[in-house]
């Protein structure tokens, strides 16, 4: 089954660090743009994250605060997430785009864009 599957959410106090992963099941993430959004109860999703071939980007919330990677040999993308405050607090998920590899990647294309997505990870912040 193809599939992507996030991990790493939980709890954290403000100001903590988390680090969530995005492993690919049945497929290999490279040639895949891979996102990461956010959504809160009551918000609209947001985009939080991408990185393509040899770009990232970030949302404007997050910039400075989170990095993101790709590690092909394990298949998996991670998220470092620090300082982390508590508008963070969301159902992270990662989706994967196989068409804009080598380009510039957008943080939050439309959802026709993506070819998978993952169910999500929660991260609450609080004290």
């Known amino acids: 089954q193809l599939q992507l599957v996030e991990s790493g959410g939980g709890l954290v106090q403000p100001g903590g660090s988390l680090e969530l992963s995005c492993t690919a099941s049945?497929?290999?993430?490279?040639?895949?743009?891979i996102g990461w959004f956010r959504q809160a109860p009551g918000k609209e999703r947001e985009g939080v994250s991408c990185?393509?071939?040899?770009?990232?980007n970030y949302g404007n919330s997050v910039k400075g605060r989170f990095t993101i990677s790709r590690d092909n040999a394990r298949n998996t993308v991670t998220l470092q997430m620090r300082d982390l405050r508590p508008e963070d607090t969301a159902v992270y998920y990662c989706?994967?785009?196989?068409?804009?590899?080598?380009?510039?990647?957008?943080?939050?294309?439309?959802?026709?864009?993506?070819?998978?997505w993952g169910q999500g990870t929660q991260v609450t912040v609080s004290s």
């Open positions: 990185i393509s071939a040899y770009h990232t």
């Open positions: 989706v994967a785009d196989r068409r804009h590899y080598s380009d510039v990647c957008a943080v939050k294309g439309p959802d026709a864009l993506y070819d998978y």
């Open positions: 049945g497929f290999t993430l490279y040639g895949y743009v």
